[in-house]
């Protein structure tokens, strides 16, 4: 097969797939070069041939239709961005589709979101069981009939379904002589989590152990879900924002951008050149307060308290520069359609110009504090390595997957708003190894400050706000994604032409990332669990949407 950078990717998938239903769109309006309905049977040879062509699974959901749902793939290159969409249907009668599982290891995670949420069955996957909702649980939220119990919960009956949960957990085990205390085994299971500081209160880690070495481990989330999806189904396109700045709540200003993108685009508006430059500089600012607080985490998991103080101190100063545009110091409400909340005042940026070269020379601080302690590399260096071809395989992106080799940035793979204007290097590292992960994020906090002192320099006068805009977005399909600090950032928006998102789908780095823990854990001692997890970056409200 020919190589995708040398030939037409419509005619390769034409050629490659023959879908029943073919339809070119315009990427700067819908986020995507083409759609195409293939049948279901032929969906795993669609997978096997994107595979080939160098190509990760982006996204995988579902739609609920009156007649059918739809299960929407977004395939994507990790080169310059050609995002395609297809799309299989599935009668309610049949209520079954082909798992691709075996085919990207993403679509494990995916596959069984879609089980949960929509009780769509994936015929061929290995472990589909529900992953955000309790096993015993009898409801599929994300069902348009489905509208919850107006009366409430019954305390009752819910206790009675955590019990059973509980029950048989331990029967699951029982055979294996994992929960019996007069029976020791050579290996066992053992839960990391949820109630661990490391594991950030609201995930499991259910570790299978041969001594203390890892053999294998799971990931086990859903502690804390919220269901955002079905609460933007209900809510006026305007309401949704408070949502995007509860996703992920250290970087929100990253799905503030992502958000006023996608309506943006779907509306056919452009804020005004002012608007682009306060964004950039505030989700930049933003980004390295992220990377501050993970880095001061995660070296607090690994026993070394200082550098929690220096990088709260510097994170600080961020917060309140930011702060003075917002008024708000962490779950960020501050984009608009077309425009901002409200311009940023005088003050800002001669506070954003003092801070600048102070950060610099706090960098070279934790280089000599962090990065050359020979503690710290002996702890990270070697330690959960996941490989280049893993990694796309999962859909890992952000600095986990530069660190593994990849330079992957939809800020310059993508380019939106005002980045590809400006100055910036994307750091990567080839070792894919706790060591890398970190390196890759101290040496993006130094490029986001690059681009901070070009924006303040170049800041143009002039409105914050295109005026009166359109109450409904336009009945079609759009997909927009953004570079946030954990990874890519997409959302996936059906409209029926109404007030409310029909279906809107958020695709969240954090999922996919956390769903490779298990292939970086084999081989690792218990004590770098933790070192190997807090490397991955993770928010869990982000996974638990």
């Not at 992502?258 to 930049?284: D, F, H, N, Q």
């Not at 990270?380 to 280049?388: D, I, N, P, V």
């Not at 593994?404 to 990567?428: A, C, N």
Request: proline share 6%; hydrophobic share 40%; aromatic share 12%.
């Amino acid at each position: 097969m020919p190589s995708l950078a040398e030939t037409d990717i419509k005619n390769w998938f034409l050629e490659v797939t023959q879908p029943d239903e073919f339809n070119a769109k315009d990427p700067a309006k819908t986020g995507v070069f083409f759609e195409a309905l293939v049948p279901g049977d032929k969906i795993r040879e669609v997978a096997k041939a994107y595979l080939a062509g160098s190509f990760f699974l982006e996204s995988l959901t579902a739609v609920d239709f009156a007649e059918c749902f739809e299960i929407v793939y977004h395939f994507n290159q990790s080169g310059p961005a050609r995002r395609s969409c297809v799309k299989i249907l599935v009668p309610k009668d049949s209520n079954s589709a082909p798992s691709i599982s075996d085919i990207y290891k993403s679509a494990d995670w995916f596959e069984r979101e879609v089980y949960d949420l929509f009780g769509v069955v994936f015929t061929g996957h290995p472990n589909l069981k529900r992953i955000l909702l309790p096993e015993s649980s009898e409801i599929f939220p994300l069902l348009k009939s489905f509208k919850g119990d107006p009366k409430g919960a019954d305390v009752a009956q819910s206790l009675k379904l955590i019990r059973e949960d509980s029950e048989g957990f331990a029967a699951q085990y029982k055979d294996a002589g994992i929960l019996q205390d007069k029976q020791h085994t050579k290996d066992y299971y053992l839960n990391l989590g949820p109630q661990h500081p490391s594991t950030h209160g609201v995930l499991r880690v259910l570790l299978h152990l041969d001594g203390e070495r890892v053999i294998d481990g799971e990931s086990i989330i859903g502690y804390s879900h919220r269901h955002h999806e079905k609460m933007m189904e209900i809510q006026n396109y305007l309401a949704c924002w408070p949502n995007m700045g509860r996703l992920d709540y250290v970087g929100a200003m990253s799905y503030n951008f992502g958000y006023a993108l996608l309506i943006e685009k779907a509306m056919s508006i452009k804020p005004p050149p002012r608007v682009e430059y306060i964004r950039v500089l505030t989700t930049e600012l933003n980004r390295i307060a992220s990377h501050l607080l993970w880095i001061g985490t995660f070296l607090l998991d690994l026993g070394a308290f200082t550098p929690f103080f220096y990088c709260f101190d510097d994170r600080e100063k961020i917060l309140d520069i930011l702060e003075m545009a917002t008024g708000e110091r962490l779950t960020y409400d501050y984009f608009r359609f077309g425009g901002l909340d409200r311009d940023i005042p005088p003050e800002m940026i001669p506070a954003i110009k003092a801070f600048i070269p102070a950060f610099k020379k706090r960098l070279r601080d934790y280089d000599a504090l962090i990065t050359k302690n020979i503690i710290f590399r002996k702890r990270t260096e070697g330690l959960g390595f996941l490989s280049k071809e893993h990694a796309l395989s999962y859909g890992v992106t952000g600095p986990s997957l530069r660190a593994s080799g990849v330079s992957f940035d939809l800020r310059r793979h993508e380019p939106y708003s005002i980045y590809p204007g400006l100055d910036f290097d994307i750091p990567t590292r080839s070792e894919g190894d706790v060591f890398a992960r970190y390196c890759v994020r101290t040496k993006e906090m130094s490029e986001s400050l690059k681009i901070v002192s070009q924006v303040i320099e170049k800041m143009p006068a002039g409105d914050i706000t295109i005026g009166k805009l359109p109450r409904n977005v336009p009945k079609g399909e759009y997909y927009s994604a953004v570079e946030a600090a954990r990874g890519s950032f997409g959302i996936y928006l059906v409209s029926d032409g109404s007030l409310n998102p029909y279906r809107m789908k958020l695709r969240t780095p954090s999922f996919s990332n956390l769903s490779a823990l298990g292939d970086m854990l084999p081989g690792c001692l218990v004590s770098d669990v933790v070192a190997v997890l807090g490397s991955i970056d993770i928010v869990l409200p982000e996974i638990d949407r």
